[in-house]
């Protein structure tokens, strides 16, 4: 299958990554064509064994043009999963802690692999809000998201056909499909949503390796992160059809799970890992 496992990192080991978080809005009300924010985004990995795995990661402001709000350094994920896999068919990850959109609570996410072709995926989450941009702020965990969908893979042409639908984060109902295209270093695809607080929306999106995309293995490694998301989003509406992450190096091309379902990585000739 393609796409559907996170790079792993093994047992015992520790990776330290740099990223960049990017976002424009285009208001046209205060002169400037468009306002920025660009955070940098430290952060670290640490696999425990036996499917443990403890991840945090940081906004580091350095372009701030989207008021007061934005301009402190914050913790923006801190996480603890548990990741488990019966055969080559049953995955699941159960994870607490702090997630991206200033959630936290838990989340589980599974997937059932019917055959090369086809996989089920579901997935539950019970969050509330937690925020250290003015200070500490936070919620009773009482927002429940549960989406069910399924992927469709055509290997001969590695395009991917993803469908999923539900209770979203901030309790609208709908669903989101999209395509994507897997190439060897990128991903594009375009999708389209609909949800009954957000109406009809779409958009594109385009995820890149970043090199190197070979790696040394050592005990601690210190790399850029593993890949650059761009989403458009037609509507510019960043509430309908939400789902937060609870990793920072989660994305579409790569999946939940840090476990490869066959073929491997190196068989598709994405592997990063060297011994």
């Known amino acids: 299958m393609t796409a559907v496992a996170q790079p792993a990192i093994p047992a015992g080991q520790v990776d330290l990554f740099m990223g960049v978080d990017f976002n424009y809005r285009d208001l046209f009300h205060n002169g400037r064509v468009y306002d920025f924010l660009i955070n940098l985004t430290p952060g670290v990995k640490w696999n425990m064994g036996k499917g443990w795995q403890a991840t945090a990661q940081a906004m580091v402001p350095v372009v701030n043009q989207y008021g007061a709000y934005y301009k402190r350094v914050r913790l923006n994920m801190a996480a603890l999963s548990k990741e488990a896999h019966w055969g080559e068919r049953w995955y699941l990850r159960v994870t607490g802690g702090l997630f991206d959109d200033e959630r936290y609570g838990v989340d589980a996410k599974g997937m059932y692999v019917v055959n090369r072709a086809l996989a089920l995926e579901a997935q539950a989450g019970l969050t509330g809000f937690c925020s250290m941009a003015t200070g500490w702020a936070a919620s009773t965990p009482e927002r429940v ?42 991903t594009v695809g375009v999708y389209g949503q609909y949800s009954d607080k957000g109406k009809a929306n779409g958009g594109f999106k385009v995820i890149m390796m970043i090199p190197p995309y070979k790696l040394k293995r050592r005990k601690v490694n210190v790399r850029p992160a593993t890949n650059f998301r761009l989403t458009y989003n037609q509507q510019g509406d960043a509430y309908a059809n939400a789902v937060y992450r ?27 890992i060297e011994d």
């Not at 893979?153 to 499909?177: I, K, M, S």
């Not at 920072?248 to 994405?270: A, D, I």
Request: charged letters at 30%.
């Open 145 to 186: 998201i549960a989406l069910v969908g399924a992927d469709v893979y055509l290997n001969r042409w590695n395009t991917q056909f993803r469908a999923r639908g539900g209770r979203f984060l901030y309790e609208d109902y709908g669903a989101v499909a999209e395509v994507m295209r897997h190439f060897r270093h990128c």
């Open 246 to 272: 609870t990793d920072p190096e989660e994305n579409e091309r790569e999946g939940w799970f840090g476990l490869t379902p066959v073929p491997s990585p190196k068989e598709r000739g994405e592997e990063r």
